[in-house]
């Protein structure tokens, strides 16, 4: 997978049972501790969830994040139910 220069993807993860802090809370750990010293700084792309915010901030607080404009619609049509707003 290509980012352009200076990004390179690091990890993906598919969370299928629960999206909770919890479950999160594995991923970022695994992550931060295979990560080399200094790596530089961190772009974490999500969704919006709340506890994947949660554990990324309480493990990875030095990490940026950034919401995925996909799922970033998609969460704006769920809540929007009724209304003519269309992904």
């Given amino acids: ?49 709340e506890g994947e915010f949660a554990a990324r901030r309480r493990i990875m607080p030095e990490s940026n994040s950034f919401f995925c404009s996909l799922h970033r619609k998609k969460n704006i049509a769920k809540r929007s139910k009724g209304s003519e707003f269309r992904v």
């Fill in 1 to 49: 997978m290509y980012c352009g220069r200076k990004l390179r993807p690091l990890s993906v993860s598919y969370i299928l049972d629960n999206e909770s802090e919890s479950t999160w809370s594995k991923h970022y750990e695994a992550l931060k501790e295979n990560l080399p010293e200094n790596y530089g700084p961190l772009l974490d792309v999500g969704d919006q969830d």
